[in-house]
């Protein structure tokens, strides 16, 4: 007799659905063998890795659950404050604060625990991504483990039975080394205590990598590809004990990834131009600075005193810049945005408490790198040209992997070209497990991965623009029934 199901979810930070091949990465070219390959899918604008995993485990785009970016600046404070979510203990202390609130919307943990089931998580990212994938989790006594970070792990006795059986946490590498000792030590963790000792309903297995490579290496670099290869045999591993037990266990495999990534080719100074327009940027909020300008690849402008005269004359000195790509403020009715030349940011799903004043993309094309990569951007970093880079609205960064297999995936070998996203994982774990989906949730069940014959199902789509001057913006979505996907934006001369 079958065991209740149970759900794995394998996630690769930042790897592009187009480096999935027999030769690089023959174990998830195996699970595509066995399952149904999503291969419409998408993460959530900003497409960055701490809004794009929130929006897994709540199922609700950065609208509904408040982590709008990477980093964001807090207005809800006196003063106001930048606040960086990769630190896992200012997360837990924002979390308090504000009486549980951290998310706008619950979280997958948090539904499991109210039905009686549980979520463990074992992660190398972030600290502070690896608290987001379940910030609950100390409190509901359910696994969390980092694979390098101690103050993001709990429970303690569970970290320091399995440090006893595998040796201790291994330290993170230095950024411009793969990371190869952590995806291996979480993998172990996973395989010999977490499913034999603690079998959780629904684990999150995410290695963090090749996202940090590929940022400081490049997307099709040797040094990326051979990490992609690495985690592709950790993942083996884990396809072996599906293959010969946890199948049979009703385990359903999952494999993600929260974003994809394109090519820095031309480097800015986003406040070297608002200061030559004659604004006063800065980096966080402070005595003098009129505008700050969140450090990132997506455009995050929040202005200290917010009027629309002032709004329309940062829209337009971005808007004159070669760099600047499509542009989003606060809703003036269904499409366009309160700034002439910007557009809603309800329609990138944008429009939050924590959101920017401005919310902008850097200019992207379809040019091609040096590895033969499609993607390519401007950028704001101290880094070199040719490295990977992420956040904005290109197809590529947009893009994510998605594969489905498992007893309730009756499609062997199967692809699906209808539109999906990252917010559709928790709704269709939730149903498989017979859990009721919450009205928080913006994504759907995927159904069509679900059945034998899926319905014929026709998205729809939709195109919006705003202009100023010569410059033009267009905004691509699709639809399928009520949930909502961001195909893309780009900019027209």
């Known amino acids: ?77 006196l ?140 997307t099709g670099a040797d040094q990326t590809r051979s990490i992609i290869a690495f985690c592709d045999r950790q993942f083996g591993r884990v396809l072996d004990w599906w293959d010969e037990e946890g199948r049979a266990a009703g385990v359903q495999l999952f494999a993600l990834s929260d974003h994809g990534h394109i090519t820095g080719h031309t480097r800015i100074s986003v406040a070297g131009s608002l200061r030559a ?32 005269a002032t709004l329309a004359r940062l829209v337009a000195s971005l808007t004159a810049e070669p760099w600047c790509g499509p542009i989003f403020t606060r809703a003036r009715d269904e499409v366009n945005g309160i700034a002439p030349g910007s557009l809603s940011k309800r329609l990138v799903f944008a429009d939050h408490i924590r959101a920017p004043d401005v919310a902008f993309s850097f200019r992207t094309d379809d040019s091609v790198d040096a590895f033969g990569l499609e993607g390519g951007t401007f950028y704001d970093n101290d880094r070199r040209t040719g490295l990977g880079l992420h956040g904005g609205l290109h197809p590529k960064e947009l893009a994510a992997v998605g594969i489905l297999a498992g007893t309730a995936v009756p ?21 498989l497990l017979g859990v009721s989906v919450t009205p928080t949730m913006s994504g759907r069940v995927l ?7 899926p319905n014929l199902i026709y998205p729809r789509e939709e195109v919006f623009e705003a202009r100023l001057g010569d410059y033009r913006q267009i905004l691509r979505r699709e639809h399928v029934g009520g949930a909502s996907y961001i195909a893309g934006g780009w900019i027209e001369c």
């Open 277 to 308: 327009a004659g604004f006063s940027p800065g980096t966080a909020p402070g005595p003098g600075v009129d505008v700050v300008v969140v450090p990132g690849q997506v455009g995050a402008l929040y202005l200290d005193e917010m009027d629309e």
């Open 447 to 453: 159904h069509e991965a679900l059945a034998l014959a």
């Open 79 to 218: 003063p106001p404050r930048y606040i960086d979510t990769s630190d896992a203990v200012l997360l837990r202390e924002l979390d308090v604060a504000s009486g549980g609130l951290l998310f706008s919307a619950p979280s997958l943990g948090e539904l499991l625990a109210k039905s009686g089931r549980s979520l463990g998580v074992l992660s190398t990212n972030t600290p502070g991504t690896t608290r987001l994938f379940h910030h609950k989790a100390e409190d509901l006594g359910h696994v969390r483990l980092s694979g390098h970070f101690r103050e993001a792990c709990t429970p303690s006795e569970v970290l320091a039975d399995i440090e006893a059986q595998l040796g201790p946490l291994p330290p993170a590498p230095p950024k411009i080394e793969p990371d190869r000792a952590g995806q291996d030590w979480i993998t172990s963790a996973f395989l010999d205590y977490v499913w034999p000792r603690c079998r959780p309903d629904v684990t999150i297995l995410s290695f963090g990598e090749p996202d940090v490579t590929s940022h400081f290496h490049g």
């Open 1 to 77: 007799m079958l065991e209740s199901p149970r759900i794995l979810v394998v996630s690769f930070d930042g790897l592009r659905p187009d480096l999935i091949s027999r030769e690089l990465t023959p174990n998830l070219w195996r699970l595509k063998a066995a399952g149904l390959t999503l291969a419409n899918h998408r993460t959530v604008y900003p497409s960055e890795t701490r809004s794009a995993f929130p929006s897994f485990v709540t199922g609700a785009t950065p609208d509904r659950h408040g982590m709008v970016g990477n980093k964001y600046v807090d207005r809800t404070t």
């Open 411 to 431: 499609c062997s070998g199967a692809s699906s070209s209808l539109p999906s996203g990252i917010c559709d994982i928790a709704p269709t774990i939730l149903h």
